[in-house]
């Protein structure tokens, strides 16, 4: 039996509306993840970014501006390395660019959180089921190599 729709549903971490919307992409399960509704909803379509006090949400996730005033999404520490990898990965394998400030940022979580045994648990058992890898989860220098995504 599903979970009650209220509970639980699925965030894109590549927006639908910023060009996730047809298969391969819309359903590659490196960038899909369980979410909260309240906390999809709050993201939206917002790039992820570092924003400043006073935030709009504050729950762990947070949403607002950063210092340039643009609207951004935050998640908790310990996911933020998880969602760069994920984004680094949607961002080269199709063909897709991540602006400047959003990478910046993207590169920073990754640094400061690295790959842990449950996201290479999770890629495990996606490569399983879809048939590739992430490499940003196998090796996360990676993004060190790539000069702009």
Known sequence: EWPDP????????????????????????????????????????????????????????????????SMCFQPPPAVRGDVSRSLFYFSVRYKAPIDDSQELVLRKWNEDDPVDELEQQRAQVIEEEQGNSNPFIIDSTIVDRIDDF
């Open 6 to 69: 209220q509970v639980l549903n699925c965030e894109h971490l590549w927006p639908q509306s910023k060009g996730a919307k047809r298969p391969p992409m819309r359903t590659d399960l490196y960038h899909l993840r369980p979410a909260v509704p309240r906390i999809n909803s709050i993201r939206s379509n917002h790039p992820f970014g570092d924003p400043v006090p006073p935030f709009r949400h504050d729950d762990g996730w947070r949403s607002g501006h950063d210092s340039e005033e």
